[in-house]
């Protein structure tokens, strides 16, 4: 079974700096995906960013930006230049082959004026 | 609009009624799913249907029952609602490479 694993249930920033959340996961498969889902307020689930296993670049989307380690089976997200409106809980996650997503427990970023 | 729509979004139950959240997508996907997001935020799939057909199950008792009558909706209903069944749930739909969730529904049990 995959398990996923975010060791800072919270993070504070101020405005316009950045923060660096922290993934690790565990798998024996080669091939799968990687995503990172913002959950503001409203409870909606918003996908930040994807990552394919077997792409050794790193995603970029504007402003996150990930650290893609996959020997280290590890997998940060960086928010540059944070704004208030990036306040939410943040969900790394695992997607397998048969699609079923696993989701880590969660940070809670908060940006300060 | 293309999405993923789930109703409805707030339920407000009493313990052993029976009821069911509906969930369609109109992105042509063929895999939906039912995630359960407890009172520590903490997500779990329950359910996956590919094309109308259950191919994940996790444990989940079996008053939890899933529906899928064609490829762009899946229902959950539930029997003999209990107090630990107030969560919020989230129907999601996918393709290869990501998933759309719907705006999820509070249930709440009294």
């Known amino acids: 079974a995959q398990t996923v694993t975010q060791s800072q249930p919270e993070m504070s920033v101020q405005e316009a700096e950045t923060v660096t959340l922290s993934c690790t996961y565990d798998t024996s498969e080669n091939n799968y995906y990687l995503f990172w889902y913002k959950q503001p307020p409203s409870r909606q689930m918003i996908l930040v960013i994807r990552?394919?296993?077997?792409?050794?670049q790193n995603a970029t989307e504007n402003r996150f930006s990930v650290n893609f380690q996959k020997a280290a089976k590890s997998f940060s997200l960086k928010i540059s230049d944070s704004q208030l409106g990036d306040t939410a809980m943040y969900f790394c996650a695992f997607m397998r082959f048969d699609y079923k997503l696993s989701f880590g427990a969660g940070t809670t970023v908060t940006v300060r004026a | 609009d293309t999405a993923v729509s789930q109703t409805p979004k707030y339920l407000v139950t009493q313990m052993g009624n029976d009821k069911s959240i509906k969930c369609e997508q109109n992105l042509g996907h063929d895999t939906m799913y039912w995630y359960k997001q407890d009172s520590k935020k903490f997500l779990k799939i329950m359910f996956s249907y590919n094309n109308k057909e259950l191919i994940i199950n996790e444990t989940v008792p079996n008053r939890f029952s899933p529906k899928s009558p064609d490829k762009a909706h899946l229902n959950l209903h539930i029997n003999s609602l209990e107090l630990g069944d107030s969560a919020v749930y989230f129907c999601?739909?996918?393709?290869?490479?990501?998933?759309?969730f719907g705006s999820g529904t509070r249930l709440t049990v009294v």
């Open positions: 990552q394919e296993a077997y792409k050794q």
């Open positions: 999601a739909s996918s393709q290869s490479s990501g998933y759309t």
